[in-house]
């Protein structure tokens, strides 16, 4: 994929993820410079979840999203939550915690799921930039934590 | 003395009770672009959702889900039922997106 390419349909998905979507959902973003969308969840009672997707590909490949702390950090202890989206043990290419679920290049790198490519659902809308932002966010809201 | 007014005031019944004003948001963006539409409370929610697919260009919400914005959470809600069946009045944020993806 081009650089300039991915930048412009990169440019082109965030462009609605607006601080009005922020604040409506709870979601606050840190960067939407290609090639990155740093977003945290929060939610009243909630610890904030905060993603890192990276889309350098974008969307010949799907991003590479980790997850951290509020501050930051990479998030170490696995996530407290019924989904299976959040799967704590380590991924065996990127060696941590890992969202398991279609959008993320996590799971379809993965050895499991390499016989479900991303080329079946990309430039779908609920595989957008913030449609993965959001399937992962409903994930998140059936937690506790 | 407004005789209709005062029924309307006493029956709790006035005018505003028939309609709701609703905002849609997604991550393709929010229907209408700024501000509330107002609908009738007997309109199914779908109507106004398949407003948000067209003139946001949505191409496809299977799977997706609506669910109404409250200052304690999110509530979902059912689209094939109109306003008054999911218990809904006055102003209205509903979100719409994708459900949790598949996986694990």
Redesign the interface.
Known sequence: MHPAAAKALFDADVA??TP??GK??GWTFHSLEFPLVDCSYT??ARTPLRLRLTCGDWNELPPEISLHNADGTLLTMPLTNP???F?GSPHPVANRQF??????RE?HTHPS?VGDPWESIRG???Y?????????W??W??GTG | MNTEQSNERSDGHGPDSHFVEVSISTTAGFFPAEGFNRVPVNQKVEVELRKTMEALKIRDTAGWVASVITPTGKRPIDPAKTYAENGLSGELEIDWGPSEGGGG
């Open positions: 609605t993820l009005a979507l409506r959902r939610a009243p989904s299976g989206v799967n969202i398991c679920m279609r959008g993320s799971y799921h779908h809308s609920s957008t930039i913030g449609g993965i932002l959001t399937q992962i409903h994930a809201l059936k």
